[in-house]
């Protein structure tokens, strides 16, 4: 009976509908209210100045996957942006690459603690990282000695990863698609991949099946990490100033892009082209809002009515779904 | 009853309420709590002595860390469930701007105290539904929330500050009353009720049972969904209440951009406190006392001048080392043990567990025998011997069957080794 669902039904019935169709009925909305929305130059800015948080979104819904959930890699960027700036301020000479692998480096470093006591320690996840978000920021802040960078300090080499074009996109945008397709890659064709799916859904069987979990969720906490350290240092390379205060609060739109794309927090479900479509539609909700003249002290309360709506709305399609589920056994029956 | 006892089956004690146990009490947690403040108070002492002394230092330490003491009572009850709830600064701050703004509209104070906490047991409410009703994660929900609550505050207020609030609110953040920070005996007036409330009450027991299994605790006839509910209403109301501390301690005025983190301090006060946020763990005193610990804390940091930032990261690691240390216990010790001693052996570490168990009963049976005064001499030492002999031979057999199988395991490895090796 399932097999032979016509093309149509299949679509509308695919999680991604509801969200393609919210991304569209927002995109038409917008045109109606501010046409000058619809410039190639402002799209692609727009999607420039939120890559960051496409970035974060990546990392954080591989942790939540694992049903946990990391609120530290606000901080980590913040340390991450600091460590590479102060350093990149001192030592002009040095080619921007390096600063890319040393914040890739630090990143790791801090989804590694993080790893550790959630995956070897068997901390609550929320518990350790918000205990490792008051570390991380502090360092952060001692690194900097409360010092602000500003974009005459910053070298060519090392904004040109943000900011440099390469055939019509800024190379942020690049390494954000980069980092999209080696996720879809990793999370659907690996076993690595396949095996934070598998602690998510059932940590029991897939223990009995021989997953170490505790190795699994190290490796999505470390990788989250290094994704977040990747998104300092190109924030600072995006926006070319720097302070320890950078990141604040990005840990909670990297998860309300997570949820919008559907990525159950319980675990075991999520896909990435679920978090790209939930990170366009937060960029262009971001952008709207800042386009609309007064309306930027709504920004806050549209995003937090927009998560509740889509996690009621996820709820609902869920017991919808089951309902018929039932109903296409039992007829069976 | 002597017969009993040969049998050796561990009978399990069912009695649920235990003695009281000197030894048992001083290394309780809240116990711990305790010492670590006195520490921090030795501290305070030997390195600023005259200012420790001197008439009002602690009464001010007190007060400095009393505005989130409401918020502390309440996420008890939350952890309690297994939830979280990251919105209260927000819910905090929107029942600060209900107060505000009647009292600027110049209602009654009383009334605009009463609608401010009204207003926090309706957000509380808007949380509890989605998260008890609809079926949400509680994360999610409070995260959302926390970011709608404030949006609104920001809407409404802009960057305007409300200052017109009723005088009684900075009385009670900075006046004592017979050199106790008034503060403070609001703080354990209400700790003693969530005392009641959690420990004592119907109600309070229905928490417990719902944090430790919420599908047991449904089938065992208590509503679920409405608990949580009304446990997020007291939230709600306690942030209500929070918000005359928080605004008497700001000086009688109150901004859209106040009081962020402090939700998570709060949580991070319950969990020091010992109250799990896996549910169904934990009492009140614990964060009272850990509430204190963290105000003297902050503030004896601040005067060995360790700015605002390294204090966090203190903070941070006090959290971390205080959730470890129960998980440090027995279990992670079993596994050190069975990876470097036993070689990840676990028949080894069944037979060496087991050995250690009849030693000990055997143990206790000698000293049992040693006070027996119905027996002669003789008697005595000849059953005490026999009992030594089973001792040595009962280890020995342990001894030499763990190196039979270390020596075969060692044996497999190699031969696997081989094996691919030839491959």
Redesign the interface.
Known sequence: MNKNKSMVSKITESRNFGLVLGLVVLLIVARIITPSMYSVNSIINMLQNNAVYGLLAVGEMMVIITAG?DISIGATLSLTGVVCCRLMAENPGVPGIVWLLLALVIGALCGAFNGI?VGY????P???T??????F??????FSGGQWWFPHQFTEGYMAFATKKIAGLPSILWILIIVFVLAIIFLGYTTKGRRIYAIGTNKESSQVAGIKEAKVVFLAMTLCGMLAGLSGMLYTANYATCS?MIGDAYE?TA??IC?LGGVS??GGKGKVDGVIIGFLMMAVITYFISLLPGLS?????????I??AA??LN?FTERSAEKRALKERSALI | MSGEKNTNVPVRDLSVKQGFKLSKFLVSWEMVLIYILILINLVLIATRTNLYFAPGTIQAIIQSGMDVCPLVLGMILILMLGD?DVSVASTMIFASMVTGLCCQSGMPAIIGVVLGIGAGALCGAFNGF?VAY????A???T??????????V??IL?VNVLKVFPSFYTTVAWTNIAGIPLSLILFLVMGAGFVFLLQKSRFGRKLYIIGNNPTCAQYSGIDVKKTKLIVFVIMGAMCGVASIFFVGRMGGSVSSTMGTGYE?TA??IC?LGGVS??GGKGKVYGPVIATLIMAFLTYTLGLLEV?A?????????I??IA??IP??NRE?LASMKLKFIYKGNKNIEALNVKTAAEVKALKESIAEAKKDTSLNETDKASKIKKAEDKIDSLQKKCKKQTELWLREQREDEKKAKERFAAK
């Open positions: 959930i006591l320690f068997k901390m609550v929320m518990i350790a918000l205990g490792t978000m008051y570390i920021r502090g360092f952060s802040f001692l320890y909670m998860i309300a949820i927090i319980v002290v709504w920004s806050d309360a549209i995003q937090g009515a998560i509740i996690v009621a709820k | 979280i989605f609809i079926g949400m994660p994360v999610i929900v995260i959302a929330t926390s970011m709608l609550f404030r949006g609104v920001k809407i802009d998570m949580i991070a969990v946020t896996n700015d930032n390294s204090r966090k990261i203190v903070t941070g690691f959290l971390i959730v470890l998980n440090v992670l």
